[in-house]
């Protein structure tokens, strides 16, 4: 590393600080900072699949993402598709065996006599569809040597476009080197298709695929560059092979005929190279059975004005083929998508090779987005892990805690955060794992007692062993049983109110887990039915187009909760922007808008057991809808709790700013007490 500043004196380096430019060890991307984008997204409502997907499509610096590369890609089809006319091969046989028939007529003009006059009938008598003149003429006389030549060109041609195509470079091969070349190719092909069939047995050994390219490489031209082994030649056959196959498809039924007797008819002279092709195509076939060979729809195809010929038409199809899986695979549009399954040689083939290393840089986060433990996959897909969780919910809790009140800023800390209870008075040797906190005086005096004190190194040293380690017992106390209700019906998504629900249940969660840990929270969504959710199932979920405000689910949900924990203070908060539409009724969810006696008593009912319960019911009303009002003021007025009345971007404060009073009268209540 001469940028290094490395120099060599006496036999020695000396390294100092990187000065040539970005650090080459360095991470292509800030994980975390990647990280941040993403929770961003899932705080303003954004699902989690969504957030990640839009994360690689802009590029974590907001360019080189798969959304440039499948730009770039979408037009290398354009000009793929802009090549020629895939019939070429057609339109040339066509315009040869014109050339053959007008330089024979014109030699038959010269002649007189009924030969020449026979000849000039069976010409004019001979079928429109180019193959079948061409299968016409196999026997006839020409008079003309042009003619003659013209008409032998286009068997000769054609069979060497279709064994260029499948082998580069071969053409030239076959045209000069006469029968001496064909014989070789057809040695080349035997041995070929006996290697492939070991294979397919699972018999081949790196020496036979050593042995036939020391025999056949230079054979193979170009095929050999860059073939390590056996699966790599046959992975650049088999597309080929396949994209063979996609130019008879993308043919009208009439041309793929034609084309296929005019291709029978350009190797019956040579049957044997024709058997040995097949049996290259069929191995080929059951080596790759992934590739495109044998579906039936027609393939779109290049539409320009010159006419393609047949290895020229079948490459541009398979650069057609590759690019639209490319284009697929970088949309990430199917569940469970991930980069692997972008065929990074085939990018690097289409888009060279600074594509190839963007796309490895974009796998590279989103693989240490997982190996750093900040994102977890399911069956699902990718999912936010707990560390995420927290780091999300940290980020939440703090923006949150800048709209509170600063009056109440006080009461924001715990002193009891972080112990394991209230002391009980006795302590106990330390334990691995105890969270419990020292008792220093007795820790210390283990310490003296077994005549640790270090010696020569001055008056009062003590020498301490983890077996000195004493700590306070303490009895865990319950704290509160705090119940989170949130309102996952559409209308909270279509009004904007999605995402400032998922930062203030994070947010939530975060300060009792990291201030209050004696408390238990439980999240609980509603919708048309409730459920108990989980933090990480809280900030993937994504809204749903069902009717159903069951809020009387929902509180019965939270009273089970709540009897969970008996000597915790009950703590019931619900947010919603709609007043009840849907109650349970024989374990089934009944809507109604708008909603019926029967939604209604069954809501009351469940906030009277709520009541009896001891827990106060304090709802965050968004919105300002008159029935919903009305149902909230009469619920208060009935549980004893308080309603109020946030903006969605202040509805974390308010939530945050009442559970912490509402902590802070309790722990002021019991200290009177």
């Known amino acids: ?7 060599r004196r006496s036999g020695r380096f000396r390294y100092g600080e990187w000065a040539g430019g970005p650090d080459p060890l360095a991470p292509p991307y800030d994980v975390r900072a990647a990280l941040d984008q993403v929770g961003q997204e899932v705080l303003r409502g954004g699902s989690l699949r969504d957030a990640l997907r839009d994360l690689l499509q802009r590029g974590p610096d907001g360019r080189s ?7 770039r890609a979408a037009r290398m089809r354009r000009e793929a598709s802009r090549r020629g006319d895939l019939d070429g091969a057609l339109t040339k046989a066509r315009a040869q065996l014109d050339q053959a028939l007008a330089a024979e007529r014109e030699e038959l003009a010269g002649r007189e006599g009924d030969d020449a006059r026979f000849s000039e009938a069976r010409l004019d008598a001979l079928p429109r569809s180019t193959a079948q003149a061409v299968r016409e003429l196999e026997d006839y006389p020409w008079a003309s040597p042009e003619a003659r ?35 070789a190719m057809k040695d080349m092909m035997s041995d070929l298709n006996e290697l492939l069939a070991k294979k397919a047995r699972g018999a081949d050994t790196p020496e036979d695929f050593a042995e036939f390219m020391a025999k056949h490489g230079e054979l193979l031209g170009e095929d050999a560059d860059g073939v390590e082994d056996l699966d790599d030649l046959v992975d650049t056959l088999a597309r080929r092979a396949a994209a063979a196959a996609r130019l008879m498809r993308s043919l009208s039924p009439q041309q793929r005929a034609e084309l296929g007797q005019l291709m029978d008819q350009a190797f019956g002279s ?77 990018l690097e083939r289409q888009l060279g090779r600074g594509a190839a ?25 990718l999912t936010l892990s707990p560390k995420a969780l927290r780091r999300l919910g940290q980020t939440a809790l703090r923006d949150v805690l800048q709209r509170v009140d600063t009056r109440g800023r006080g009461d924001h800390e715990n002193a009891d955060a972080g112990a394991g209870g209230e002391a009980t008075g006795a302590t106990r040797r330390w334990e691995f794992g105890d969270e419990q906190p020292l008792d220093v005086v007795r820790t210390v005096s283990n310490a ?6 270090a010696r020569g190194s001055g008056p009062g040293a003590v020498k301490l062993s983890w077996e000195d380690f004493e700590v306070v017992e303490t009895e865990r106390r319950a704290g509160a049983a705090v119940a989170l209700c949130v309102d996952l019906s559409y209308s909270m998504a279509a009004e904007g109110r999605w995402g400032p629900m998922k930062e203030t249940a994070l947010a939530l969660s975060h300060l009792i887990a990291t201030k209050f840990p004696g ?30 405000t069951n809020l009387q689910h929902a509180l019965s949900l939270a009273r089970r909760h709540l009897r969970k924990h008996p000597d915790a203070e009950p703590v019931v908060l619900v947010i919603t922007d709609g007043e009840p539409t849907a109650h349970l009724q024989d374990a089934e969810a009944v809507f109604s808008w708008p909603p019926t006696g029967a939604t209604i008593r069954a809501t009351v009912t469940e906030v009277d057991r709520l009541t009896r319960f001891g827990a106060k019911i304090n709802l965050f009303m968004l919105g300002e809808d008159a029935g919903l009002r009305r149902f909230v003021d009469a619920i208060a007025r009935r549980n004893g709790g308080r309603v109020l009345t946030p903006s969605p971007e202040r509805l974390g404060a308010f939530v945050v700013d009442d559970y912490l009073k509402s902590r802070t009268g309790r722990r002021a209540a019991r200290r009177a007490s």
């Open 357 to 381: 290393d963007e796309l490895s840089r974009l796998r590279e986060l989103e693989r240490e987005l997982q190996r750093q433990g900040w994102l977890s996959r399911s069956a699902q897909g």
């Open 1 to 7: 590393m001469s940028d290094a500043r490395g120099r």
């Open 519 to 548: 408390d238990a929270l439980q999240i609980v969504g509603f919708g048309l039915h409730a459920q108990q959710m989980s933090l990480s199932e809280l900030a993937e979920v994504e809204p749903d187009f069902v009717q159903g």
């Open 448 to 453: 003296l007692k077994r005549g640790t004190a």
């Open 65 to 71: 993402g798969l959304e440039d590369l499948r730009a």
């Open 270 to 346: 040579d049957a044997d190279l024709q058997a040995q092709m097949a049996a290259l195509s069929d191995n080929l076939r059951a080596l790759r059975p992934d590739l495109d060979f044998s579906r039936g729809e027609r393939v779109r195809g290049a539409q320009g004005s010159e006419p393609l010929g047949y290895g020229e038409a079948a490459d541009a199809l398979q650069d057609i083929s590759e690019l639209d899986d490319l284009l697929d695979a970088l949309g990430q549009e199917h569940p469970g998508a991930t980069l692997d399954d972008v065929d990074v040689d085939a």
């Open 149 to 183: 030549a013209q008409y032998q060109q286009i068997l000769e041609g054609l069979r060497s476009d279709v064994v260029d195509q499948q082998f580069r470079g071969m053409r030239d091969a076959l045209e000069q080197g006469g029968a001496e070349a064909a014989q």
